[in-house]
């Protein structure tokens, strides 16, 4: 069936090629068929997905999205659908509404297949459940997809959802998106309601999509969202991150990147380096602000019951409150970063650019990961150059680029304030640049490579 992104599924839908049944089903065939190797849904509503998608197929249509099929993140709410936020401690919850997003999607005209996995309560970039089981990155299975929107860019890729709503906090969107080879769009900060959706750090929370295009990611867009107008520049000003950016990253990582560069600059687009000062505060900053707003929203539920939390979060939790001169530190670093990005698009720049993450996914279990022969916490360096972007809440896109030892390698877009457009159109341009990543061949536990 050739209907594996949502511009083609709607198209096919529209010319009467395709109904929403057909698609639904397919989609499920393919979660059956896919998700013993992958565990990218924590819940699949099958039943309930064939009975919209047999009400939309007798309905007008709703517009690009009507019939297509989509997973959301088990972080967000769905009203009669059990939403367990990857926690043990809400296995049976089941709200009774839904988030706005979801909402929104619904009244768009999507089937939701039902709730991809995350991390445990969205705290974390790998999404390896010590309850629940890891999800596997559809590349390579014992390796992490990312996190925490983990499972929506799994099964986005390995193709048993054509989308996804998840949540990016400090990069829990385009980190997936990189690791696992699809797209992961964090809009403007605010532009998406976050009601319905378990907070982890309200100051830097935000709700994204994640899809196989950029043209895909951009319909999703527009129904959780509204268009925005924003003229395309004459020529593309690129800003390319340079200094603390790419300070850490990978021989292949940073390979790909120049490839991409080069590509860019063959097209016409102006390309500047733009150099950002070190910052040894950096990246633990934002993680750190993370511990103490996702630290303050558990603490009555850990003092209560602390086997209900995955050993990871339990020492989190276990942290002991930093000193006023150590916060104040960390917030004044975070606040030099920020600025430095305000500036270089202030200055003329209409995206700025750099790796997504400085390394491809790490095998499941890894505390650690080693670039240029030092070591570093994985969680550091999974969100060392997408936190940034939540704390100033600027709108950014990972684009695969690239695959080097068979995982993928993500670059990342992000524009000022309300650029979502110019992001996108950046974006939709390097993949117009890139070749295609070749589709995941992926194999159950026990099957012959």
């Not at 209907?3 to 059956?32: F, Q």
């Not at 003092?303 to 995955?310: A, I, R, S, V």
């Not at 600025?339 to 996914?361: E, I, W």
């Amino acid at each position: 069936m050739r209907a594996d992104t949502v511009t083609a599924a709607s198209a096919a839908i529209a010319r009467g090629e395709l109904s929403p049944v057909e698609l639904t089903e397919h989609l499920l065939d393919r979660i059956a068929a896919t998700e013993p190797a992958l565990h990218a849904y924590a819940t699949v509503t099958a039943e309930a997905a064939l009975a919209r998608a047999r009400a939309l197929a007798g309905e007008p249509a709703r517009g690009p999205l009507h019939g297509i099929p989509i997973g959301v993140k088990d972080l967000i709410d769905t009203a009669g659908v059990r939403t367990g936020y990857g926690s043990p401690r809400f296995a049976g919850h089941v709200p009774d509404r839904d988030a706005t997003a979801v909402t929104r999607l619904l009244d768009a005209g999507t089937v939701i297949l039902g709730k991809h996995t995350t991390h445990e309560l969205a705290w974390g970039g790998r999404t390896d459940s010590a309850y629940f089981g890891p999800t596997h990155n559809p590349y390579r299975r014992g390796h992490i997809p990312g996190g925490s929107s983990g499972g929506s860019a799994a099964s986005v890729t390995a193709g048993s959802s054509l989308g996804g709503l998840g949540s990016d906090t400090a990069g829990s969107v385009r980190i997936p998106a990189a690791l696992s080879g699809c797209v992961g769009f964090k809009p403007t900060r605010g532009r998406i309601p976050l009601d319905g959706v378990l907070p982890l750090a309200p100051s830097l929370d935000h709700l994204g999509v994640l899809a196989r295009t950029v043209d895909d990611a951009a319909l999703l867009m527009d129904a959780l969202a509204g268009p925005l107008t924003d003229e395309p520049p004459a020529r593309l000003r690129v800003g390319w991150l340079g200094g603390w950016f790419a300070a850490v990253l990978a021989p292949e990582v940073r390979a790909a990147l120049d490839a991409v560069r080069a590509r860019l600059e063959d097209a016409g687009a102006a390309v500047v380096d733009i150099d950002v000062p070190d910052e040894p505060l950096m990246p633990e900053a934002p993680l750190a602000r993370i511990v103490r707003e996702a630290g303050a929203y558990h603490r009555a539920a850990f003092t209560e019951q602390p086997e209900l939390f995955g050993p990871d979060i339990a020492e989190l939790m276990r942290l002991p409150a930093p000193p006023a001169e150590q916060v104040e530190r960390q917030e004044a670093a975070l606040a030099r970063i920020v600025a430095a990005l305000r500036s270089a698009l202030q200055d003329g720049c209409d995206v700025l650019a750099c790796a997504t993450v400085p390394v491809t996914a790490p095998p499941i279990g890894a505390d650690t990961v080693t670039i240029d022969g030092r070591e570093w916490p994985v969680e550091f360096v999974l969100t060392r150059l997408t936190a940034p972007f939540n704390a100033a809440g600027l709108p950014a896109v990972s684009v695969p680029v690239a695959l080097a030892g068979g995982l993928p390698i993500g670059l990342q877009l992000a524009g000022g304030p309300l650029r979502d457009p110019a992001v996108l159109a950046a974006g939709r341009l390097v993949q117009q640049l890139t070749p295609p990543l070749p589709p995941p061949a992926i194999r159950n536990e026990g099957e012959q490579r």
